[in-house]
């Protein structure tokens, strides 16, 4: 997690697959740009993106696609809270993870 994506500085040249989200009625969720599924359950999602960590968190989630080599995951149910875990909110991110490894 070496890298800060300030808003604008995100160069579309490079060899970097796209990462974007598209939510529809805070039901279902598309993501692109996944390089590895961390975890999951019915209540989080970890997601390592090409920008950087991504949580999810919701009720009732449930993963609808997987496509690993498109790097493409759908999921669906209620979504609550959308971030992302950069090194520069460590408070937040050591929070997140102490809860997750218990």
């Known amino acids: 997690m070496d890298?800060?994506?300030e808003y604008g500085t995100?160069?579309?040249?490079s060899n970097t697959p796209e990462h974007d989200?598209?939510?529809?009625?805070?039901?279902?969720?598309?993501?692109?740009?996944?390089?590895h599924v961390d975890?999951?359950?019915?209540?989080e999602f970890l997601l390592?993106?090409?920008?950087g960590f991504l949580?999810?968190?919701g009720q009732h989630l449930k993963m609808k696609n997987l496509n690993v080599e498109q790097g493409r995951v759908?999921?669906?149910?209620?979504?609550?809270?959308?971030?992302?875990?950069?090194?520069?909110?460590?408070?937040?991110a050591k929070g997140f993870f102490s809860k997750l490894f218990k």
């Open 74 to 92: 759908s999921i669906e149910g209620k979504i609550f809270d959308l971030s992302y875990l950069d090194h520069h909110e460590g408070e937040k």
């Open 10 to 13: 995100y160069d579309k040249t």
């Open 55 to 57: 949580a999810i968190r």
């Open 48 to 51: 390592e993106t090409t920008m």
């Open 3 to 5: 890298n800060y994506y």
């Open 39 to 43: 975890s999951f359950d019915n209540e």
């Open 21 to 35: 989200l598209v939510m529809k009625s805070r039901k279902s969720l598309e993501i692109t740009g996944v390089k």
